[in-house]
């Protein structure tokens, strides 16, 4: 916490961000400024004894508003009114928007499977997931995605381990709600490595995650994480995961809605002051 609020102070020192808190002060500052000029023509007698007061609480109250403005953020969310859809940057905890019953989730997973006890990344949304909703049985959840897939994308490899087709999206119902799983990453169950994400799977998995969430997702709200960072091994930087996510979403979004919010998770560890101010620039510019 203290090393997130040291990352948000040291921000406050960028030159994008020191050029728009110095926009925002001029701004307010001749904003009140005028207005007390303004009030001068009439009560010039009463303003003229307190004015060199007013100078300075204006120019304290405008340095306060600037920094507040420009403090950089934790979240950032925007309504787009043509198509009615709000979409949120958040960091925080993906799984507590499930385990709340506020929204739909979608995990990145790769695409080998176990039906018997298979070890786990501790690190990972699955391993989470598997603790919190199938008491440690890891073998219970690749159960439950492979039965909601299609036969035609299941392929055996043993008596036991399952490869499924890369850009598969499993549904697992948990809760009333949906944890979509966005089968983006390639693993040898032989050598027993993961594979990094390949580029031109990033976005057709992207595109795939929509059309099933607009199929099942019921227009309820929907949280992902950032898909392919980290274990996930995406040739992308973070900033241009998330832009693609949101790029696909507006796309896919256009004909039928997909939903009515979109918040898209990035983990406390992850959190960048200069990610997010570039994500909320990237959000006001897009076209949705």
Same mark, same amino acid.
């Given at each position: 916490?203290?090393?997130?609020?040291?990352?948000?102070?040291?921000?406050?020192?960028? /030159?994008?961000?020191?050029?728009? %808190?110095?926009?925002?002060?001029? &701004?307010?500052?001749?904003?009140?400024?005028?207005?007390?000029?303004?009030?001068?023509?009439?009560?010039?007698?009463?303003?003229?004894?307190?004015?060199?007061?007013?100078?300075?609480?204006?120019?304290?109250?405008?340095?306060?508003?600037?920094?507040?403005?420009?403090?950089?953020?934790?979240?950032?969310?925007?309504?787009?009114?043509?198509?009615?859809?709000?979409?949120?940057?958040?960091?925080?905890?993906?799984?507590?928007?499930?385990?709340? %019953?506020?929204?739909?989730?979608?995990?990145?997973?790769?695409?080998?499977?176990?039906?018997?006890?298979? /070890?786990?990344?501790?690190?990972?949304?699955?391993?989470?997931?598997?603790?919190?909703?199938?008491? %440690?049985?890891?073998?219970?959840?690749? *159960?439950?995605?492979?039965?909601?897939?299609?036969?035609?994308?299941?392929? *055996?490899?043993?008596?036991?381990?399952?490869?499924?087709?890369?850009?598969?999206?499993?549904?697992?119902?948990?809760?009333?709600?949906?944890?979509?799983?966005?089968?983006?990453?390639?693993?040898?169950?032989?050598?027993?490595?993961?594979?990094?994400?390949?580029?031109?799977?990033?976005?057709?998995?992207?595109?795939?995650?929509?059309?099933?969430?607009?199929?099942?997702?019921?227009?309820?709200?929907?949280?992902?994480?950032?898909?392919?960072? /980290?274990?996930?091994?995406?040739? &992308?930087?973070?900033?241009?995961?998330?832009?693609?996510?949101?790029?696909?979403?507006?796309?896919?979004?256009?004909?039928?809605?997909?939903?009515?919010?979109?918040?898209?998770?990035?983990?406390?560890?992850?959190?960048?002051?200069?990610?997010?101010?570039?994500?909320?620039?990237?959000?006001?510019?897009?076209?949705?």
């Amino acid at each position: 916490m203290v090393s997130r609020l040291g990352a948000r102070v040291g921000f406050l020192f960028d /030159r994008r961000v020191l050029g728009k %808190g110095l926009q925002i002060f001029i &701004a307010i500052f001749g904003t009140i400024w005028l207005f007390m000029e303004s009030l001068s023509f009439f009560f010039e007698s009463h303003l003229v004894i307190a004015r060199f007061e007013i100078f300075i609480f204006t120019i304290i109250f405008s340095t306060i508003i600037a920094l507040y403005v420009s403090f950089p953020r934790l979240s950032y969310t925007r309504k787009y009114r043509k198509s009615n859809v709000e979409i949120s940057v958040e960091v925080g905890d993906l799984l507590s928007h499930l385990k709340s %019953g506020v929204s739909h989730v979608a995990v990145g997973k790769h695409n080998c499977f176990s039906t018997q006890l298979s /070890r786990l990344n501790r690190k990972s949304l699955r391993s989470q997931i598997v603790a919190d909703f199938y008491a %440690g049985r890891a073998e219970a959840l690749d *159960k439950d995605i492979l039965n909601s897939l299609p036969r035609k994308q299941v392929i *055996k490899k043993s008596d036991h381990v399952y490869e499924v087709a890369i850009n598969s999206i499993a549904t697992v119902e948990i809760n009333d709600k949906n944890i979509f799983f966005l089968i983006n990453q390639r693993y040898d169950h032989i050598k027993q490595e993961l594979h990094d994400t390949a580029k031109e799977d990033i976005w057709l998995g992207f595109c795939n995650l929509w059309t099933a969430v607009k199929s099942k997702g019921g227009n309820s709200p929907i949280a992902v994480p950032v898909l392919g960072s /980290r274990i996930g091994r995406a040739p &992308a930087s973070r900033i241009s995961l998330i832009q693609l996510i949101l790029i696909s979403f507006a796309i896919a979004n256009r004909s039928v809605p997909i939903t009515e919010r979109l918040t898209i998770v990035i983990r406390e560890l992850d959190y960048s002051p200069n990610e997010m101010f570039e994500i909320s620039r990237f959000m006001d510019d897009l076209d949705l």
